[in-house]
């Protein structure tokens, strides 16, 4: 086996590996909407909302991030985040097709807002008013991320027949 078709069928492993950790916090997510659909401000509660939103998108960014670097997308440090969503959104003809649409781009770009927040603010309380729209609107950037990801996975698996010829 030649080390390119070594290094797609491993990426290709772990998309499973991050595709449980995606489907793992979306459920979680989906219970508290049934749970807990307008939590008060501060409460465990919308804790959890943000520790589920917040898994939910550096699984995803990992995964992104593994994609990136497998096909020589290097990131400059500077604005890392959005650099890492702007580059895979690209078309780049010969290499890889765009791994995100503009729909999970314009999701993943919100999610990865809150995200920050998140995870950098120590004497914050979590507001509800603010959190809404990200819970909203992550059913469909779940979704619609998952339909990238099978999209991409297609080309990976097109790489991995083409290199066994």
């Known amino acids: 086996m030649n080390a390119d078709r070594a290094r797609i069928l491993e990426l290709i492993a772990q998309f499973q590996v991050d595709r449980k950790a995606l489907d793992r916090s979306a459920s979680e997510i989906a219970s508290l909407r049934t749970r807990c659909p307008a939590p008060a401000d501060g409460s465990p509660e919308i804790i959890l909302y943000g520790y589920h939103l917040h898994q939910w998108y550096s699984a995803a960014e990992n995964l992104l991030s593994r994609i990136a670097h497998h096909f020589g997308n290097e990131i400059e440090r500077d604005e890392w985040h959005k650099g890492l969503l702007e580059r895979l959104k690209l078309d780049v003809p010969g290499l890889r097709?765009?791994?995100?649409?503009?729909?999970?781009?314009?999701?993943?770009?919100?999610?990865?807002?809150?995200?920050?927040?998140?995870?950098?603010a120590y004497d914050y309380v979590l507001r509800w008013e603010l959190m809404k729209p990200n819970v909203l609107r992550f059913p469909a950037a779940h979704q619609a991320f998952l339909r990238d990801l099978d999209h991409f996975s297609r080309f990976l698996q097109q790489l991995v027949s083409e290199s066994g010829q």
């Not at 097709?97 to 950098?120: K, M, Y």
């Open 97 to 120: 097709p765009p791994v995100l649409s503009q729909e999970s781009f314009d999701h993943l770009n919100a999610l990865r807002g809150f995200r920050h927040i998140f995870r950098h």
